[in-house]
């Protein structure tokens, strides 16, 4: 298997997943400065030289997860693999990274949606893993995480000034630490009318979709209106009940 789920309730730790995700990088639009940006991060980690851990940021349906998930299909081949962390596994991060470290693989942590509460201690595990715990991260393990929170930390107006913390900068501070151990911070903006329409189309092209320029547009702006939202996930959303529609009448 080139992915895995980390499970610490699960003697052995990991679970092989036989399918993945079918998403490529090519069929991506929108974000390909994004999407660069992350390949080349992996390229460099995949030949040794220095890479970081990277946070992906922005709104959601805007491809986040799918640029992680894609490398899999684009470097599979040169040694990468794909390991899966889910929120309530975070405690064990240390412990799959010295199991992984053993190995002569190149492996991504993918966290993926990541964000904490107020009450929750887990972000600390997450940022003894990053970089500052006594236990140093192995050359052949990088963390990708995907949020639609700039410091993933729930941030309030009370925080700015807190009447029952004597350091209330303090508290501030703690929750912008996490983010900042990331290396590299990608943002992925909401697409704006041109862009959305940009990835439809190119969708469309991808999916050989018989259909006239105009009609896509009209259609694709049509289908933001009734769902109320403007992204990738979106289009995609659009062109596959396009094409069951199309489908269905051959």
Request: aromatic share 8%; net charge negative.
């Amino acid at each position: 298997c080139a992915a895995f789920m980390w499970r610490s309730d699960v003697e052995g730790g990991l679970v092989g997943i036989k399918v993945s995700d079918p998403i490529k990088l090519h069929e991506l639009s929108g974000y390909e400065e994004q999407v660069q940006q992350v390949v080349q991060n992996t390229q460099r980690f995949l030949q040794g030289l220095p890479a970081h851990n990277l946070l992906l940021y922005g709104d959601r349906g805007t491809g986040k997860s799918s640029t992680v998930k894609g490398l899999l299909h684009r470097f599979a081949h040169q040694g990468l693999r794909l390991v899966e962390v889910g929120r309530g596994d975070l405690g064990s991060l240390h412990q799959l990274m010295e199991h992984l470290g053993r190995s002569s693989l190149r492996f991504i942590l993918f966290i993926d949606d990541l964000s904490f509460e107020d009450d929750e201690a887990e972000f600390k595990d997450l940022k003894s893993v990053l970089q500052g715990g006594v236990v140093s991260q192995p050359g052949n393990v990088r963390v990708y995480a995907t949020s639609n929170r700039r410091h993933l930390v729930r941030e309030r107006f009370s925080d700015v000034a807190s009447k029952d913390e004597v350091r209330w900068q303090d508290t501030v501070q703690e929750k912008l630490s996490l983010s900042d151990r990331f290396g590299l911070t990608i943002v992925y903006p909401s697409p704006d009318q041109k862009t959305y329409l940009a990835i439809v189309e190119h969708l469309a092209e991808l999916a050989q979709l018989p259909i006239g320029k105009d009609e896509l547009r009209a259609r694709a702006l049509q289908w933001t209106l009734w769902h109320n939202e403007r992204s990738g996930r979106t289009a995609r959303q659009f062109i596959n009940d396009l094409q069951a529609e199309l489908d269905s009448r051959v």
